[in-house]
């Protein structure tokens, strides 16, 4: 059974820190996501990693994906205000090694509620 | 935006009470998904669709059934809705597998009583 563990599960930054998220998943697979969630909103995708050190970065956030350590990170650089949301990593079990396909079935971390501070 | 409503939006029912969820899409995309949201729990999944009538089993799918006569729609039903079921309930859609990410509809807050 496929385990996603995000960590922190709780941040509290000031403005102009920086930090990382961390996404430790439990079985092979080289198919990643990063989504945002605003309180009461939906979900909306930020990155899709699909291979060994795929790097993605968009503004202040930049992800990164090692299927060896089975591991991504979500870096947040010099925090914002509007930055404060929760952030999940979703993990698509299939993988080009495996073959075969998983139908696109996600499992998520329990997500990372980031809140930045003036 | 990808073009994926849900219906209803709020729902409280009773206990016993049978519930249908409805997610229509635009985007004549093949896949689609159910998940529930709980606190700590992230998004689970509770069946997925790979076709019309093509609907399989996900993490959390005791006490759902689904059902897909059209492309554009993906029902799901909650034969006797219990409290345990009280969730936040996303559609999401997918194009191709592996290299597109699944996009989400706004949700379905339904409580049971």
């Known amino acids: 059974e496929l385990k996603v563990e995000q960590n922190p599960l709780f941040l509290s930054m000031q403005e102009g820190k920086n930090y990382t998220i961390y996404c430790n998943y439990s079985?092979?697979?080289?198919?990643l996501y990063w989504y945002r969630q605003d309180p009461g909103k939906s979900l909306e995708s930020l990155f899709v990693l699909l291979s060994n050190g795929a790097v993605k970065q968009e503004g202040r956030l930049m992800a990164s994906l090692d299927t060896k350590a089975r591991l991504s990170t979500l870096h947040i650089t010099a925090a914002v205000h509007d930055l404060s949301a929760t952030y999940f990593c979703?993990?698509?079990?299939?993988?080009?090694?495996?073959?075969?396909?998983?139908?696109?079935?996600?499992?998520f971390g329990q997500g990372t509620i980031l809140t930045v501070h003036p | 935006d990808a073009g994926i409503t849900q219906s209803p939006r709020h729902k409280v029912t009773e206990t016993g009470t049978p519930v249908t969820l409805r997610c229509h899409q635009t985007e004549n995309h093949r896949y689609m998904y159910w998940y529930r949201q709980d606190p700590g729990h992230g998004l689970r999944l509770i069946h997925y669709?790979?076709?019309?009538?093509?609907?399989d089993k996900g993490e959390v799918s005791d006490g759902y059934s689904v059902s897909r006569s059209k492309t554009e729609d993906f029902l799901l039903t909650l034969e006797s809705a219990t409290s345990s079921q009280t969730s936040v309930y996303f559609c999401a859609i997918s194009a191709i597998l592996g290299r597109f990410e699944q996009f989400f509809g706004p949700g379905t807050r339904l409580t049971v009583l």
């Open positions: 079985t092979t697979s080289d198919r």
């Open positions: 669709s790979y076709g019309v009538k093509d609907t």
């Open positions: 979703a993990v698509d079990k299939a993988s080009a090694d495996a073959g075969g396909t998983s139908y696109g079935k996600l499992t």
